[in-house]
């Protein structure tokens, strides 16, 4: 069977990749001219060129294919021209959408985001049955993703077989770029996190997410969306963990919001003036204002989606920072966290003889 991956050279697309290619699926990749593709080194995909942007060069990319992932998103919570992130988050969904339908693909699985859904909602966890509306959503790339889940949902409604997936924030080894949340954790790891915020996420490791795409491909219902999550965690909480990984001592002061808003503000400032990125993007201190809670128990129940171990993925990716040298020398992984035997490199998938795959993690919880 043929798979189409988009996104293939990003984070979670080349785990996905990976894991197709490991199950003997023939995976076709969409990369664009200037696409890094070192996470793809190696590995035996059919690359075919190709820009979201430009409808015409996907024909070629759609031809055969009877699966289509699409996980390529232009991610970035700071960019001097905000069109380009609709331009390839939106528009490009849709130019995919049109090539699929007319192509006949058997099944699409869009990646949206965790943004669409994780917003305030009383004492309750937000689910996939909540009800967001644009003006909640933060910033460029949350009002894209939003956007383009819509385009999804609606071309469902016409009849193209779609399952949307909504991962949370996945860690582990691989993030080359890094994501967002990687910047993070390296920040907390190279001494550049002095304070933190009263904030949390919900942290998934990033091989579970890949096995659940799969499952939504096989198991998932059409039009229907399944939140890829795995822990609720403080952001101080991650610290604790990462600290017992890597021997530095967590940031013991707290920045009230306030605080952080006025350093986004002025960092934003000065940044226009000087043509650079911003060092504390000011939507990121927005996201902080509430945390990004949510239940996942809808993906563990119709697909049998299992998150593997936060402390594991969280070691995986400190030892793969430190060994790719994006730690500052002395700054890595300093003994053998309590996790180690948990995650055995990389968690394990089978597919029975006889039998669907099953594509959930073996790995002790």
Not at 260 to 288: H, K, N
């Amino acid at each position: 069977m043929v798979c189409l991956v988009t996104g293939a050279s990003g984070f979670l697309g080349s785990h996905l990749a990976r894991l197709l290619v490991q199950h003997g699926e023939q995976v076709r990749v969409l990369v664009r001219p200037r696409s890094q593709t070192r996470a793809l080194a190696g590995l035996p995909v059919e690359r075919v060129g190709g820009d979201l942007r430009d409808a015409s060069s996907l024909v070629a990319a759609v031809q055969g294919v009877r699966r289509v992932f699409h996980l390529a998103a232009d991610y970035r919570l700071w960019t001097p021209n905000p069109q380009e992130i609709y331009d390839s988050n939106v528009a490009g969904t849709r130019h995919l959408l049109a090539a699929a339908r007319r192509a006949g693909v058997e099944k699409f699985v869009y990646t949206s985001s965790v943004a669409t859904l994780a917003v305030p909602r009383g004492d309750d966890l937000p689910d996939e049955q909540t009800q967001a509306r644009l003006e909640e959503m933060i910033g460029h790339y949350k009002r894209s993703k939003f956007l383009a889940e819509r385009e999804v949902l609606a071309a469902s409604r016409d009849g193209l077989p779609v399952v949307v997936v909504n991962p949370t924030a996945p860690v582990g080894p691989g993030d080359w770029k890094p994501t967002p949340t990687g910047r993070i954790i390296l920040d907390f790891l190279n001494g550049r996190m002095p304070a933190y915020v009263e904030t949390g996420l919900n942290l998934v490791p990033v091989e579970s997410v890949a096995a659940g795409h799969v499952l939504a491909a096989e198991r998932g219902r059409i039009g229907e969306r399944y939140i890829l999550g795995g822990r609720n965690m403080m952001l101080k909480e991650i610290f604790a963990v990462l600290s017992s990984i890597s021997g530095r001592p967590s940031p013991r002061i707290r920045l009230p919001l306030a605080l952080a808003l006025v350093a986004g503000y002025a960092d934003s400032f000065a940044s226009r003036l000087l043509g650079r990125e911003p060092r504390v993007p000011l939507e990121g201190v927005r996201m902080a204002r509430h945390k990004m809670f949510v239940n996942s128990s809808k993906a563990e129940v119709e697909l049998g989606f299992r998150a593997g171990s936060i402390e594991a993925a969280l070691e995986r990716a400190v030892r793969w920072y430190g060994e790719n040298n994006y730690l500052k020398q002395g700054q890595a992984s300093r003994h053998a966290g309590p996790w180690r035997e948990a995650e055995a490199a990389r968690p394990a998938f089978v597919k029975p003889k006889g039998g669907p795959a099953d594509w959930r993690e073996k790995t002790d919880r």
